[in-house]
């Protein structure tokens, strides 16, 4: 039987982010005759704005969050089975992937009226990354109750508890919902004076919103192609380095081949010199039992 908090959790982390706290208040005195429901009521938290963003994607778009979760299982099992080939191209496929469900929440926000800054949007994805790192993480994403971004620091486990609504929202998977029609106003003809102005300004909201989206986006690019860089000139340091160890390895392998058959010489005329002293040793002994016998 599923929590009865779990399911009013799953309505309540669904609805638009300035909704929260009212509704939240309202379900306390709903289910005040049931004092322990209630207290579990009122500690949920409000979530933060990256938390909401990734709620609204696990709600809104199922199959994208299934998608990334997906290949965050192949990740660590590529990992897990040292697949360096497999790992590099899950590692590609998992950037391509959060950087694209990250736009598309993004849209998805937008479409509720909210904007996504680029550092909630930076929050949004480290939260899909980490999801695709850490089997706890993902669980913790799909169950939808996020009230805080999670990242993955790449020592131990994801530390989830803190971002969860309840403990008990590990393992729960959040209901997928629909977007909800916007309510249809009363129309009314009403010529405004003013609306050629109010069309520009807005046309200028959107035209500095876009100025600002596209700069966000070449500084990301710009980054992206800074590590890049980064990469490939370590790739080349680390190449010229391998190749300098193989021509000292190739080296002293020659000197130790050269060492070896000095060696072996050099045995030859030990044995020589072992052989020609056992004679002059039995000479000696031979001419001292000469003289012995002759001085007698």
Partial sequence: MTDPLLELADGLYALPLGDFTPARDALVKEHKADKELASR???LRKPSLAAWVVNLLVRRDA??????????????????????????????????????VTTQARGLAREEGVKVTPAVADQVEATLTAAMVDEGAARAVRSGLLVAALV?????????????????????????REAQPAPRPELRVVPDPEADTKALRAAEE??????????????????????????????????????????????????????????????????????????????LAEAEAEVERLSR
Avoid: C, W, Y
């Fill in 152 to 176: 993955a620091t790449g020592v131990g486990e994801v530390d989830v508890a803190p971002a969860l609504a309840v403990p008990e929202a590990l393992g729960f998977e959040a209901a997928p």
């Fill in 41 to 43: 009521i009122k500690t």
């Fill in 63 to 100: 199959a994208q969050v299934d998608q990334v979760l997906q290949v965050g299982t192949a990740l660590r099992e590529a990992q897990a089975n040292l697949d360096g080939e497999e790992l590099r191209a899950l590692t590609r496929q998992r950037r391509q992937l959060t950087a694209a």
């Fill in 206 to 283: 959107r035209l500095a919103t876009a100025r600002r989206e596209h700069e966000a986006a070449r500084e990301a690019a710009a980054a992206s192609a800074a590590e890049v860089e980064q990469l490939q000139a370590r790739s080349l340091q680390l190449q010229s380095e391998v190749d300098e160890l193989r021509g000292r390895i190739a080296q002293l392998e020659a000197d130790m081949e050269e060492n070896d058959d000095e060696l072996a010489d050099a045995e030859d005329v030990r044995a020589e010199a072992d052989d020609a002293a056992a004679a002059t040793t039995r000479a």
